[in-house]
């Protein structure tokens, strides 16, 4: 018996909560004196709580985290409407506590700066070109989630190759747009802090990379005995 949508909806919360805490955390411990991991570490932080968070929680929900996924898995009929609004109310939400406790936590000089995480643009970039590129990352990162948990002829290891992914995203793109690659994971430090400078970029990019990765995973990549699991596949 599948699990009930009370509890889907509660391991998304649960996931994104720990993808913002940990990674916009990660953001903010990185400005202390004795922080010297710069963007890598950003990057590993974000990439090691999604691995093992999307591997704990992916028999409950599937592990999206992400209103970006869970748009593309919604229209290749892999996750039904109503458990999708179910998801993001529960991914948004999460977020916005995160963020909410990172400024409990966190002393105001060290947050205010950084408005808790949210990502920004560089000087360098403009704003067609940040959606580009957070079009792009999503794209793969959708990739990925198609590649090693939908796709039946790869290795099971759960959801790091998914957190790999995003570590390399986060290296690329973390300079010039934050690589969010995730709605939920800049809303949430968005509204907590009032920081909604370009706050488009984080919404368009993303779910239109995801959403073309899975169309094209789902009618070109897959095998197609995997095409036709989107039934049974409706959590995934």
Aim: with cysteine.
């Amino acid at each position: 018996m599948p699990p009930s949508l009370l509890r889907r909806s509660l391991a998304e919360f649960l996931g994104t909560f720990a993808l913002v805490f940990f990674g916009a955390g990660a953001v903010a411990s990185k400005y202390y004196p004795d922080a010297t991991f710069g963007v890598f570490g950003v990057a590993v932080a974000h990439g090691l709580v999604l691995a093992i968070m999307v591997t704990a929680l992916m028999s409950v929900s599937g592990g999206h985290f992400n209103p970006a996924l869970t748009i593309g898995l919604t229209l290749t009929r892999r996750t039904e409407p109503r458990a999708a609004v179910a998801y993001i109310v529960s991914q948004l939400i999460g977020a916005v506590v995160a963020a909410w406790l990172l400024s409990v936590i966190f002393p105001r000089g060290v947050v205010r700066p950084i408005s808790l995480g949210t990502p920004s643009l560089a000087a360098t970039i403009q704003l067609p070109q940040a959606i580009l590129l957070e079009g792009l990352l999503a794209f793969f990162l959708m990739s990925a989630l198609y590649g090693t948990c939908i796709n039946s002829g790869s290795p099971r290891i759960g959801g790091f190759g998914i957190g790999l992914m995003l570590t390399v995203l986060i290296l690329v793109g973390g300079p010039l747009t934050g690589a969010a690659v995730n709605p939920a994971r800049a809303f949430g430090p968005a509204l907590v802090a009032g920081q909604w400078v370009a706050h488009i970029v984080w919404w368009v990019g993303p779910i239109v990379g995801a959403v073309l990765a899975a169309l094209l995973w789902e009618h070109v990549l897959l095998a197609p005995e995997d095409r036709v699991r989107r039934v049974q596949a409706s959590r995934a």
